[in-house]
T-cell receptor, first 116, second 112 residues
Framework: NAGVTQTPKFRILKIGQSMTLQCTQDMNHNYMYWYRQDPGMGLKLIYYSVGAGITDKGEVPNGYNVSRSTTEDFPLRLELAAPSQTSVYFC???????????????FGPGTRLTVL | GNSVTQMEGPVTLSEEAFLTINCTYTATGYPSLFWYVQYPGEGLQLLLKATKADDKGSNKGFEATYRKETTSFHLEKGSVQVSDSAVYFCALALNTGNQFYFGTGTSLTVIP
């Protein structure tokens, strides 16, 4: 049971390039999330999904896109990378069944992205 | 709305000192409350949680009690170690919502 895995661990992009951050969970969780964490700051929610085929915007969705074609995978797409997207990106998941308020959210190890 | 407020950091303590990190919340329903810890270079991991009023969560010597009357969930540890140096996040979740609401995090450094 690997939990939540993210690839790559590190990436440097040039301004205007695109990339996809991969996230996979093997816990059969319904809910998945993408957060960004800027240096010395807390977490900001980018997008989340409550199940395959269903996604919704969080607090800071501009410049990003997501898809959820399977329960396991929740990739985050950056189009036209900008320096403001330099951050550490965390994927997370939780079961999200009835009584979901008591669920623990499990985090991946993060992807450190630098846009130059 | 729903939100979590944590005490500002950074916090620096000597080894074996007593730790308190304050956390208060605002919620539209009856939340579950969580403390997460983030060690340098890693993702967040659950430290403890409490799902109803007066519950006490505990783990690794850390404790927090869910106080509905004061809308608080303060994190405490009686004797900190150097290995406790990390960033601590308070969070809440609701049965009626899809999101977690995180505080801004409190950085703790423990010096020998």
């Amino acid at each position: 049971n690997a939990g939540v895995t993210q690839t790559p661990k590190f990436r440097i992009l040039k301004i205007g390039q695109s990339m996809t951050l991969q996230c996979t969970q093997d816990m059969n969780h319904n809910y998945m999330y993408w957060y960004r964490q800027d240096p010395g700051m807390g977490l900001k929610l980018i997008y989340y999904s409550v199940g395959a085929g269903i996604t919704d915007k969080g607090e800071v969705p501009n410049g990003y896109n997501v898809s959820r074609s399977t329960t396991e995978d929740f990739p985050l797409r950056l189009e036209l990378a900008a320096p403001s997207q330099t951050s550490v990106y965390f994927c997370a998941s939780r079961r999200g069944a009835s009584g979901r308020g008591t669920d623990t959210q499990y985090f991946g190890p993060g992807t450190r992205l630098t846009v130059l | 709305g729903n939100s979590v407020t944590q005490m500002e950091g950074p916090v620096t303590l000597s080894e074996e000192a007593f730790l308190t990190i304050n956390c208060t919340y605002t919620a539209t329903g009856y939340p579950s409350l969580f403390w997460y810890v983030q060690y340098p270079g890693e993702g967040l991991q659950l430290l403890l949680k409490a799902t109803k009023a007066d519950d006490k969560g505990s783990n690794k010597g850390f404790e927090a009690t869910y106080r509905k009357e004061t809308t608080s969930f303060h994190l405490e540890k009686g004797s900190v170690q150097v290995s406790d140096s990390a960033v601590y996040f308070c969070a809440l979740a609701l049965n009626t919502g899809n999101q977690f609401y995180f505080g801004t995090g409190t950085s703790l450094t423990v010096i020998p």
